[in-house]
């Protein structure tokens, strides 16, 4: 693993940690439902976010994209087609960040399922 993939999971770690605390803050420290509830919450919300930024990443939103593109800027793209062309570019260009979220909002979920159990 490169030095970039060790921070990108290290962000997703902390958002994890940060969401896991967030939830821990609202709801209190005295019960381990609220644990479970913690990292269940964590866990969830950056699955959700790791899927959603896959789905972006996949083009799904291009339409809408362009949609809004031609509102502001009418000659800037000649059609759909090469709006996104040039945004699979910009896309190919980009760090992926969707495997560490997925993969700590496993091991997060994993972490409540445990206490849940034990």
């Known amino acids: 693993m ?7 999971y ?3 770690f902390l958002v994890n940690v940060g969401l ?10 005295n019960l381990k439902i609220y644990y479970v509830d913690a990292f269940s919450v964590a866990g969830a919300v950056s699955i959700l976010l ?3 930024i896959w789905v972006v990443r996949a083009g799904m939103f291009d339409t809408v ?3 809004f593109s031609t509102l502001h ?3 800037k793209y000649r059609n759909l087609h ?3 062309n040039r945004k699979k570019e910009k896309r190919s260009r980009r760090g992926r960040f969707t495997l560490p979220l997925l993969v700590m909002g496993l ?3 994993g972490i409540s399922f445990l206490i849940a159990v034990v």
């Open 50 to 52: 790791g899927l959603f």
């Open 65 to 67: 994209g362009y949609g």
């Open 82 to 84: 090469e709006y996104s």
């Open 20 to 29: 896991t605390l967030l939830v821990l803050f609202a709801r209190g420290f």
């Open 73 to 75: 800027d009418h000659d």
């Open 2 to 8: 490169t030095v970039g993939t060790w921070k990108r």
């Open 107 to 109: 091991g997060f979920l």
């Open 10 to 12: 290290a962000a997703a």
